[in-house]
C-alpha cells in the first residue's frame, strides 16, 4: 500500500501512474479532489479496456482529498490507511505550491507563509505520520520530491526556494533517525518540468539545462518508483538530480 499526495496532477499523477502499472494500490490524495479523481478514472479505464492490465495486475487506486498543511487531516489519512489496508509500505510527498515570481523584499507575506506551509510543512506532516506508521511495522521506503531549487538560489522564487531547501533538510535528518527501523527516506530534485504549475521563463530556465530540454514527469517518477520498489534498503538520505546536468555545473562555465 503506497500514499501519493499531489497524485492529481503533475508529477504525482505520473508517480501515480508508474506505480498502478507496477501493480502497486496507491492511495492518491490530493486537494484537488477533481484531479485526483481523473487519475484514478484514467488507471481504471486503461485497465479496463486492455486485458494485458489486468493479466499483468494493473494496481488499484483510491482517491481522498487533503491539505498536507493540516496536520491533523494527514494523520487521519494514514490512520484511515491503516485501518482500511492494514499497513503503510510506502510513500511518496509530492504535493506542493510555487508560490509567484518576485523580488524577496516585495514578496508577499501571505504567500510566503503558505508555500512554506505546504511545501515544507506538509511534508513535515507527511512524514511525522508516514514514519510512525512504518516504524510500527518495521519498516518502509518515502520519497519525498524537492527540487533543484533545494540546491541553488533562483532569483524571484524565495518562498520556493525556502521551502525546498527544507525539504533536503527533512529528508536527510529523517533518513539518520530511521535507518536503523528499516524505512529508507530518499528525496528527487527534478529540473524544469512543464507542468500546469511553472510560472518562469522558460526558454532562460530550459537553456540552463545541458541536456537541452526540460525533464518530463514520467522520468522522474521512473525514478521514484525504482526508489520505493527496487533500490537497496542501504540507499538512505540521498537527495537524487534529475535534471539534464542543471545542478552539476557551475555557473556562467560552459
Known amino acids: 500500500?503506497?500514499?501519493?499526495?499531489?497524485?492529481?496532477?503533475?508529477?504525482?499523477?505520473?508517480?501515480?501512474?508508474?506505480?498502478?502499472?507496477?501493480?502497486?494500490?496507491?492511495?492518491?490524495?490530493?486537494?484537488?479532489?477533481e484531479g485526483a479523481e481523473r487519475t484514478a478514472a484514467r488507471i481504471r479505464a486503461e485497465a479496463s479496456a486492455e486485458p494485458r492490465a489486468r493479466v499483468a495486475?494493473?494496481?488499484?487506486?483510491?482517491?481522498?482529498?487533503?491539505?498536507?498543511?493540516?496536520?491533523?487531516?494527514?494523520?487521519?489519512?494514514?490512520?484511515?490507511?491503516?485501518?482500511?489496508?492494514?499497513?503503510?509500505?510506502d510513500a511518496c510527498n509530492c504535493a506542493g505550491v510555487t508560490g509567484v515570481r518576485a523580488d524577496l523584499a516585495e514578496y508577499p507575506e501571505a504567500v510566503f507563509r503558505r508555500v512554506l506551509e505546504v511545501d515544507a510543512g506538509g511534508v513535515f506532516a507527511?512524514?511525522?505520520?508516514?514514519?510512525?506508521?512504518?516504524?510500527?511495522?518495521?519498516?518502509?521506503?518515502?520519497?519525498?520530491?524537492?527540487?533543484?531549487?533545494?540546491?541553488?538560489?533562483?532569483?524571484?522564487?524565495?518562498?520556493?526556494?525556502?521551502?525546498?531547501?527544507?525539504?533536503?533538510?527533512?529528508?536527510?535528518?529523517?533518513?539518520i533517525e530511521y535507518a536503523a527501523r528499516g524505512i529508507a527516506v530518499n528525496a528527487v530534485s527534478p529540473g524544469l518540468v512543464m507542468t500546469d504549475a511553472v510560472d518562469l521563463d522558460v526558454d532562460r530556465f530550459v537553456a540552463a539545462h545541458p541536456s537541452g530540454r526540460p525533464v518530463t514527469p514520467e522520468e522522474v517518477a521512473d525514478v521514484v518508483a525504482w526508489l520505493l520498489l527496487d533500490a537497496p534498503p542501504q540507499l538512505t538520505g540521498a537527495l537524487i538530480p534529475i535534471d539534464g546536468g542543471l545542478t552539476a555545473q557551475i555557473a556562467g562555465v560552459a
Open 1 to 33: 500500500m503506497t500514499l501519493v499526495t499531489g497524485g492529481g496532477n503533475g508529477i504525482g499523477a505520473a508517480v501515480v501512474n508508474r506505480l498502478a502499472a507496477s501493480g502497486v494500490t496507491v492511495v492518491i490524495a490530493d486537494r484537488d479532489l
Open 57 to 89: 495486475g494493473v494496481g488499484r487506486v483510491e482517491v481522498r482529498g487533503i491539505d498536507v498543511s493540516d496536520f491533523d487531516a494527514v494523520d487521519a489519512l494514514v490512520d484511515w490507511i491503516v485501518e482500511r489496508h492494514g499497513r503503510l509500505d
Open 126 to 175: 507527511c512524514l511525522r505520520a508516514e514514519l510512525g506508521a512504518m516504524a510500527t511495522r518495521g519498516g518502509g521506503r518515502v520519497v519525498n520530491v524537492a527540487s533543484g531549487a533545494a540546491a541553488l538560489g533562483v532569483a524571484g522564487s524565495s518562498a520556493y526556494v525556502a521551502a525546498k531547501h527544507a525539504v533536503a533538510g527533512l529528508t536527510r535528518t529523517a533518513a
